[in-house]
C-alpha cells in the first residue's frame, strides 16, 4: 500500500475489527500499517473478509500475523513451495544447466548442500532427507536475507566452459524470473536480418 492510503486503511480496519467489537488504538494501527503494508488495500482487506468468514478462526479478531499468514504464508509454507520448484528444476535444467531461481534463499540452500551438480545427481531414495534439509536451509535463509550470500547456481557446463576460459551462456530463468523473462523478450522489437 502506498503511505496515502493509511486513511482508507484504517477504516478498512476498523470497520472489520467492529465486527468483534474491538476499537483500533493508534499504537495498534502503527503495528497493523507495518504488518500489511507490503500488501494491497485489496489483498488485505479480502484477507480480513476470509478471517471473518472461517468458521473456527473466524470467531476470534485477527491479529496482524493472522493476516500476513493468509496472505504471504508461513515459513514452513513457503519452504515447500520453493522445494517442490527446485525439484522441477531438477528435472527440466538438470546438472549441466546453471538455474537462476530469482531468489537468493533457494541459491544460498543449494549452495550449503553441495551446489547445483550435487543436488541433480543425489539418488532417488535420498530425495526425502534433501527436501528436509533443503526446507530447513530456505527457512533460515528466507528469515534473515541479508545473510544470503549466493547470487546464482552454477552448472557442469558453466563449470567446464568457465575453467577453459570459454563464454558461460546465460543461466536458465526459473519460476517467476522465468516469466519475467518471457516478458521482457515479447516486449523487445524482433530483429530483422
Not at 17 to 34: G, I, K, M, N, Y
Not at 107 to 130: K, N, R, T, Y
Request: with cysteine; net charge negative; charged share 25%.
Amino acid at each position: 500500500m502506498r503511505q496515502d492510503e493509511v486513511l482508507e486503511f484504517q477504516r478498512v480496519l476498523s470497520g472489520a475489527l467492529s465486527l468483534w467489537r474491538q476499537d483500533v488504538s493508534e499504537f495498534a494501527l502503527t503495528v497493523w500499517w507495518e504488518a500489511c503494508k507490503g500488501y494491497s488495500m485489496e489483498q488485505v482487506s479480502k484477507a480480513l473478509t476470509s478471517h471473518a468468514m472461517d468458521p473456527e478462526r473466524g470467531r476470534f479478531a485477527p491479529m496482524p500475523a493472522d493476516i500476513v499468514k493468509a496472505l504471504h504464508g508461513t515459513h514452513t509454507d513457503r519452504s515447500l513451495v520453493a522445494w517442490g520448484t527446485v525439484h522441477r528444476a531438477i528435472g527440466s535444467v538438470g546438472m549441466y544447466g546453471s538455474p537462476d531461481f530469482g531468489d537468493k534463499a533457494i541459491h544460498s540452500a543449494i549452495v550449503d548442500m553441495g551446489g547445483w551438480p550435487a543436488i541433480c545427481q543425489a539418488p532417488m531414495d535420498e530425495l526425502p532427507f534433501l527436501q528436509r534439509r533443503f526446507c530447513e536451509l530456505f527457512r533460515a535463509y528466507s528469515s534473515r536475507p541479508d545473510e544470503a550470500h549466493a547470487d546464482r547456481l552454477v552448472g557442469m557446463h558453466e563449470q567446464a566452459n568457465a575453467g577453459a576460459g570459454l563464454l558461460t551462456g546465460r543461466p536458465v530463468m526459473i519460476g517467476k524470473r522465468a516469466s519475467d523473462a518471457l516478458e521482457i523478450e515479447h516486449d523487445r522489437e524482433p530483429t530483422r536480418h
